[in-house]
Each structure stands twice: as structure tokens, then as C-alpha cells.
């Protein structure tokens, strides 16, 4: 079936822009994870939802940074006047069952974010 | 807040030879371990997990160790082959939460 999904998988924005990415987890999946990956490290956690609750936004660095998933399904990472520290890949991650399973997180391909 | 040191940050081997990459965590109420496989440009994809209440778990050429009273989990793959050539990253889970904590990632060049 198909997997985690992202859009768009390269994006280029001038310092100081807004950009939105989009994440479109597996169907009927609960968890949802955003993760930033900066060159040549390991993911790191930004923000978790189960279903459209947001339980845990303590990775986010800044109040720039603003995640949502209305419908408890499609999820969007929204980052306001970008910074050239922004510059990353953000990964969007997604597992069947809430808190306390131990689910894998299927991962999608990315979002290859350049702030210029 | 968890963290995970994971070493070596590079490994090349020879293909046949055997790989071994070690991970300590912070946490002593983590009970989750997965780790990933990343080729270049590509998504992380889960190659092998482990749970706290279990000490090894192997599937074909790979296997992790958990020690928990010291608090380090191994990734082993024998007889290597050109395709494992790979980012590979542990991670630990807190037990309370969700989210995975990453190690920094080992480079896996194997050598034909």
C-alpha cells in the first residue's frame, strides 16, 4: 500500500519567507511525528500528534515554527520568516497506535528545505 | 531529556566481514530501540527493533543487543554485502512518550 508521503520534496525560499509543508500519513494511522534533519546528523523531534490532538510540541525551536493536522489525518509544518538555520530536511514520520504501543514510525521520503 | 551517543560515526569494512555499531542512551525508562537504514537521499526505513524486557533479536545476517543495566544497545551485521553500504541510525524511545531520540548516525562503507 502506499507509504508516508510529502510535498514538496525540494523546497527553496528567500530568508524571511513563509513556507508550508505537507505530510499525507499511511491511512488510519494515529501517530504523526514531525523530525528536522540537519546534514550529516540524526533526526530530531519537533512535534507529535495523536489523531488532530498536538500532545507534544517541545522540540519546536521557535515560535516561527507552527504544525497542525486538523482532520487527524494530513498534517502541515508551517514555518514563518525562515531563517538560513531552518535549512534542513524535515521528515514527517507516521505509526498505527497512540502512546505506549510499540509501533514502528514509517518514515516519508522528505522535505529538502534551502533558506537563501 | 534522553540522549543517544552512537559510535563509530564512519565504518568500512570489507564485504564478508563483519560490522558492529554501539549506542548508549540516557534514560533508564526508555524501553524501545529501533534502528534505521538511510541510503543517500532516501527516507529512514526501520531494519530491526528491540523492547526493553528482551537482551537480542536477530533476523538473518542482523541482530541488536540490549544491555540494560548499562544502558548500551549494538547493531550487528555479519557477512556484509556492497548493498548494506548505509547511514544507519539507533534510537531510543522514552517510555512515557512517543518520540524517537537518534543517535548521530554511522556511516557503513563495505568494500567489494
Known amino acids: 500500500g502506499a507509504g508516508v508521503s510529502q510535498s514538496p520534496r525540494y523546497k527553496v525560499a528567500k530568508r524571511g519567507q513563509d513556507v508550508a509543508l505537507r505530510c499525507d500519513p499511511i491511512?488510519?494511522?494515529?501517530?504523526l511525528f514531525w523530525y528536522q534533519q540537519a546534514l550529516g546528523q540524526g533526526p530530531e523531534f519537533l512535534t507529535y500528534?495523536?489523531?488532530?490532538?498536538?500532545?507534544?510540541k517541545s522540540g519546536l525551536p521557535s515560535d516561527r515554527f507552527f504544525a497542525e493536522r486538523p482532520e487527524g489525518s494530513v498534517s502541515t509544518l508551517k514555518i514563518q520568516r525562515t531563517q538560513q538555520e531552518d535549512s534542513a530536511v524535515y521528515l514527517c514520520a507516521s505509526s498505527k497506535t497512540g502512546t505506549g504501543g510499540y509501533n514502528e514510525q514509517f518514515f516519508g521520503p522528505g522535505t529538502r528545505l534551502t533558506v537563501l | 531529556g534522553e540522549n543517544v551517543e552512537q559510535h563509530p560515526s564512519t565504518l568500512s569494512v570489507q564485504e564478508g566481514d563483519s560490522a558492529v555499531i554501539k549506542c548508549t542512551y540516557s534514560d533508564s525508562a526508555s524501553n524501545y530501540f529501533p534502528w534505521y537504514k538511510q541510503e543517500l537521499g532516501k527516507r529512514p526505513q526501520l531494519i530491526i527493533d528491540i523492547r526493553s524486557n528482551v537482551g537480542e533479536k536477530k533476523d538473518q545476517r542482523i541482530a541488536v543487543t540490549l544491555n540494560k543495566t548499562a544502558k548500551h544497545f549494538s547493531l550487528h551485521i555479519t557477512e556484509t554485502q556492497p548493498e548494506d553500504s548505509a547511514v544507519y541510525f539507533c534510537a531510543a524511545r522514552y517510555n512515557a512518550g512517543n518520540m524517537l531520540t537518534f543517535g548521530g548516525g554511522t556511516r557503513l562503507m563495505v568494500k567489494p
Open positions: 491511512s488510519g494511522h494515529v501517530s
Open positions: 500528534f495523536q489523531n488532530e490532538a498536538q500532545l507534544d
